[in-house]
Nanobody
Framework: QVQLVESGGGLVQPGGSLRLSCAASGYIFRLNAMGWYRQAPGKQRELVARIPSGGVIDYADAVKGRFTISRDNGKNTVYLQMNSLKPEDTAVYYC???????????????WGQGTQVTVSS
């Protein structure tokens, strides 16, 4: 079984910073794109940032210039550095990874359990 375990959420004042981490574990044949999504109360889940195994990184317009996504392939881990946080960044943040568990099968999307980020004074 594959698991995604997130950490790093919490409460921060406006203008502050947080760093989220997400580690994938289990039998992984190939780890493709990894990313972060968020869901605020009463809203749909939305893409925050996505980093492929190779290629161009995508950011939501709302976080460009403030958030940075990166990955450590040796550790099967993706990070989200969040700077200049705003109250509207408050949401549950979910890690996503597209993982191929075997050469015989295609890739499947996996999700973390979510971590709360609250930006408030």
């Amino acid at each position: 079984q594959v698991q995604l375990v997130e950490s790093g959420g919490g409460l921060v004042q406006p203008g502050g910073s947080l760093r989220l981490s997400c580690a994938a574990s289990g039998y992984i044949f190939r780890l493709n794109a990894m990313g972060w999504y968020r869901q605020a109360p009463g809203k749909q889940r939305e893409l925050v940032a996505r980093i492929p195994s190779g290629g161009v990184i995508d950011y939501a317009d709302a976080v460009k210039g403030r958030f940075t996504i990166s990955r450590d392939n040796g550790k099967n881990t993706v990070y989200l550095q969040m700077n200049s946080l705003k109250p509207e960044d408050t949401a549950v943040y979910y890690c996503n990874a597209r993982i191929q568990r075997s050469a015989l099968y295609g890739a499947t999307d996996y999700w973390g359990q979510g971590t709360q980020v609250t930006v408030s004074s």
